[in-house]
Nanobody
Framework: QVQLVESGGGLVQAGGSLRLSCAASGRTTSRYAMAWFRQAPGEERDFVAGVRSTGSIVYYAESVKGRFTIFRDNAQNTVFLQMNSLKPEDTAVYYC????????????????WGQGTQVTVAS
């Protein structure tokens, strides 16, 4: 069993920054691919960024490229999402997900999820 706990969300002004963390525990999570998704009210859960187990290969949604950075510290079993130049449209609940291999951008492909952390960007 894999447990994921997100933290770091909050309220920030447009143009500001936040860093989200996802602490993983359970099985050898350092071998898992990790991803961040987000879900705004009334919207589907959308892919934001993903990283393979080694951390050397990353993926981003077009809407966040150049602003967000995903990286991981396998010694701490933690994956991070550094979010810069935040926009009001980034407002959502952000979820961390894990799988034994990188599973693309569809949320249904990931079996392990955290509870989410709210990010609100004020204009």
């Amino acid at each position: 069993q894999v447990q994921l706990v997100e933290s770091g969300g909050g309220l920030v002004q447009a143009g500001g920054s936040l860093r989200l963390s996802c602490a993983a525990s359970g099985r050898t999570t350092s071998r898992y691919a990790m991803a961040w998704f987000r879900q705004a009210p009334g919207e589907e859960r959308d892919f934001v960024a993903g990283v393979r187990s080694t951390g050397s290969i990353v993926y981003y949604a077009e809407s966040v490229k150049g602003r967000f950075t995903i990286f991981r510290d396998n010694a701490q079993n933690t994956v991070f999402l550094q979010m810069n130049s935040l926009k009001p449209e980034d407002t959502a609940v952000y979820y961390c997900a894990a799988h034994t291999y990188y599973s693309g951008t569809y949320y249904g492909n990931y079996p392990h999820w955290g509870q989410g952390t709210q990010v609100t960007v004020a204009s």
